[in-house]
């Protein structure tokens, strides 16, 4: 069977992590969220989690040398052989960079750079009202997908919290790194030959159809 080396780009609150949960159940491929990995390191107090805190809390990225070399391993796992589904990473260019070079040394190669857009005002509404389970951030908001009961997780049963980064001055800071660092490989991806565009504005099951057709294609293609 071919690999599904996947990406999932876009603003916060593009509807990622949503994505990702229903992508990760129809291809099979292990989803990797590095904020939800960083959260969880806060969450123990690890080493990586103590040095990552601060620049989350205030919105910023979290240096390179603490995220790439933990990103890379996990991608050369042989659970990730078949492929994977990562978000949140590449952050920059330097770490676009060396995802790909590794991926060279390892004979394989980034099949899509996946793109779900999302207007800056329409992230800022989205984002003040989120909220995302404390164990295994299932996400909900507040007025569009509330939880069936207030503050509990449908899913897990656990608690609703509101990131401490989604409040609504630190949406500014996370939007505006966003666009200076994130932004620019999109155009990096183009170059490539492997970016594809989805509309995040549309319902999360409009833009799960759309996602879910674009792989399985890419898969066909792949096999021909
Ligand atoms: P996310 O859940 O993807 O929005 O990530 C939450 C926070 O984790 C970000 O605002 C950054 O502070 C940090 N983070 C996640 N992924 C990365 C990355 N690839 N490089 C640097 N910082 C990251």
């Known amino acids: 069977m071919s690999e599904l080396n996947l990406v999932l780009l876009g603003p916060p609150g593009a509807g990622k992590g949503t994505q990702a949960e229903r992508l990760e159940e129809d291809f099979h491929l292990p989803y990797i969220a590095t904020g939800n990995m960083l959260r969880a390191a806060v969450a123990d107090g690890s080493d990586l989690g103590k040095q990552a805190q601060e620049h989350m809390k205030a919105g910023r990225l979290v240096p390179d040398e603490l995220i790439i070399g933990l990103i890379l391993e996990c991608v050369e796992e042989d659970k990730c052989r078949d492929g994977f589904l990562l978000d949140g990473f590449p952050r920059n260019t330097e770490q676009a960079e060396r995802l790909d070079a590794a991926m060279q040394k390892l004979d394989r190669r980034l099949n899509a750079a996946l793109l779900i857009d999302v207007p800056d005002d329409e992230v800022v509404r989205r984002i003040t009202g989120r909220r995302v389970c ?91």
Request: hydrophobic share 25%; proline share 4%; glycine share 6%.
């Open 134 to 224: 404390t164990k295994e951030g299932h996400v909900y908001h507040v007025e569009t997908n509330p939880p069936k009961h207030d503050g509990v997780c449908d899913i897990d049963g656990s608690k609703l919290i509101q990131r401490d980064d989604d409040a609504s001055d630190v949406i500014r800071e996370r939007l505006s790194v966003y666009h200076e660092q994130t932004e620019p490989i999109v155009g990096y991806y183009e170059d490539r030959g492997v970016l594809k565009r989805f509309d995040g504005t549309r319902n999360p099951t409009e833009v799960h159809d759309h996602l879910r057709a674009t792989i399985a294609t890419l898969r066909l293609e792949d096999e021909i």
